[in-house]
């Protein structure tokens, strides 16, 4: 009797025991290394540093062996552990135009300064599952290209900027940090740089559906992928004490600029408008659906009519975390029983005095 | 990149968030029921299972503290052992089950049946804080309707569920108001509990983690559940005692025993059910 609520204790310790077996697998297969995920799933792990808010490879690789490949409890256990980092400093902006470049492609220009690059892409691969996955053959190596000293190539926005076709770029407000929702509460209506990192840690599948919406006519923006680049910038640091900034290390980002429809007003020739995509590591997915919502977000700037949900920030913003979403679908298998104790008693009550004829002037509670 | 591997503060949270949590709880204090924005933190389990609890518990929890932890209104449900275990083992702290014992009790669904203390901090989870927002799902209205004290929505809700079923057809995260003020939700407890709430000489503290909000209601506050002068608030009564112990005036568990309609009904309080047990009550189902 009472069995239900008892011995909780005993059955989430083996559980989890249960779990760690799962996980394990079969004992005869040697165990996944960290150099391998990293190496080899490095995608999967490029996912978790983005929508974890971390960058760090090895440790995204322990939690996607960790969660036995759910992304999206991997990106739980990174983030978990995120939030206990202090945080030092914001560090100053960083320049893609100065990146060492892996890839880099424009849809507006066939050709253009610093050229077109395809890199390690899926694009133009045929989708037919290759018989030698099934075995581990010789890859060949690939070609390495010798680049110049100084590889710079100017970001297409700001070719279309110095014939100002394009709308400016926004100025950092003084020496203001840019907002942190991991460090302030998420109020609203919110800035573009408070969006942009909602949208940064945004879940890649929420983000490509409104991305999508946008272009079947919720919240239309008319984009052109004015370029996508991805390779590895420095990121630096001021430091007070010296009065200069010094490089603190590396990240490889993915960064998207969307060209879209153009506005024009009475103080203000026509001129096409920005949208803006930029994700840690590689992918081209989630960079170029962030860059359509983040221009659909814009729709007040633009005087543009909000009537679609990707313009709508507190529809978007509220909802793009897979952690706290996931979290709360997942809450519904908690117990309810009191609560639903509650609404059984009542609809019993309901019938009751449903099948009682009423009465003149009854007052029924 | 790491050069080692985790480790993690006493009860988890690095200190400077503490101390943000800390001010937010005193905010809260200082103006019952208004709910207080903060930045809530990713917690080592899913938002929706008590990070907001749980990020108040590990502001306020000190190593002398007693810590109970329940949930539906048990000790042995798996969130509320999963929690406990997770404080036993990032603050050490010591862990009890009696509801008097305990200094700090974090609670998901109930207020317990003994009756609180002075110095005693019950801590509430909170899914949803906002007491209006599913009439009106846009944060910045609510907020501009908390500001103007303007409620009448919500008693349009309460008068139409009269006019269409004869009650008030809300039976728990039933809404109050707070020392006149504030209307508040007090998470989703059964009404039965609401009146607990007044007058407590304990420290009720709620945390919403994935909503962002903290609010708290000090000790000795007047609360009022919501209601109409010809149709009072009433609380659930159950028309039978414990099956185990007897007691009445207890909020009670259904239990389906077979399958032939067979039901055990049992204080959802457990730790309250076996202290009287101890005592030597006992029900009509033993």
Known sequence: ?365 | MTGSLPAYNFAYLDEETKRMIRRAILKAVAIPGYQVPFASREMPMPYGWGTGGVQVTASIIGPDDVLKVIDQGSDDTTNAVSIRAFFANVANVAVTTKTAEATVIQTRHRIPETPLREGQTLVYQVPIPEPLRFLEPRETETRIMHALEEYGLMHVKLYEDIAKNGHIATTYAYPVKVEGRYVMDPSPIPKFDNPKMDDCPALQLFGAGREQRIYAIPPHTRIESLDFEDHPFRVQEFDRPCGLCGATGVYLDEIVTDDRGGRLYACSDTDYCEERRMAGHSGPAL
């Not at chain 1, 509460?185 to 490509?208: H, I, K, N, S, Y």
């Open chain 1, 1 to 365: 009797m009472y069995v239900a609520v008892k011995g909780g204790e005993a059955a989430i310790a083996n559980a989890h025991r249960l779990l760690a077996d799962r996980r394990r697998g079969d004992r005869t297969v040697p165990a996944l290394t960290l150099e391998q995920i990293a190496g080899q799933l490095s995608l999967a792990v490029d996912r978790v540093m983005a929508e974890g808010s971390l960058y760090d490879p090895d440790l995204a690789a322990m939690a996607v062996r960790q969660a036995r490949g759910d992304l999206i409890e991997a990106i739980f256990l990174i983030r978990a552990y995120r939030t206990t980092l202090p945080r030092f400093a914001a560090s100053q902006p960083i320049e893609t135009g100065r990146m060492r470049i892996e890839r880099r492609i424009s849809a507006t220009y066939k050709d253009l300064p610093g050229g077109q690059l395809l890199g390690p892409t899926f694009d133009y691969t045929h989708r037919l599952i290759d018989p030698e996955m099934a075995k581990d053959g010789d890859v060949a190596a690939a070609e390495r290209r010798e680049t110049a000293g100084d590889s710079h190539a100017p970001r297409v926005t700001d070719i279309l900027g110095d014939e100002a076709l394009i709308e400016g770029d926004g100025d950092r407000a003084g020496e203001a940090e840019p907002a942190d929702l991991t460090r302030s509460p998420l109020g609203f209506p919110t800035g573009r740089d408070l969006r942009l990192q909602a949208l940064a840690r945004g879940d890649e599948g929420f983000l490509l559906a409104l991305g999508y919406s946008t272009q079947r006519g919720y919240g239309r923006t008319h984009p052109f992928v004015g370029e996508v680049r991805i390779g590895f910038v420095d990121v630096e640091v001021e430091l007070p004490e010296f009065g200069f900034a010094v490089t603190i290390g590396r990240v490889r980002v993915t960064e998207c600029q969307m060209i879209s429809q153009f506005t024009g007003s009475k103080e203000e020739p026509p001129q096409f408008t920005r949208g803006y995509g930029l994700v840690f590591g590689q992918s081209e997915r989630k960079a170029m659906a962030m860059s359509l919502v983040d221009r659909a977000l814009r729709a007040d700037e633009f005087d543009e009519e909000r009537r679609s949900p990707a313009q709508d920030e507190e529809f978007v913003l509220a909802h793009s975390d897979n952690i706290q979403a996931t979290g709360f679908v997942e809450h519904l298998k908690l117990p309810h029983y009191v609560d639903f104790q509650a609404e059984l008693e009542l609809l019993r009550r309901m019938r009751r005095e449903g099948d009682r004829p009423a009465e003149e002037g009854d007052e029924t509670e």
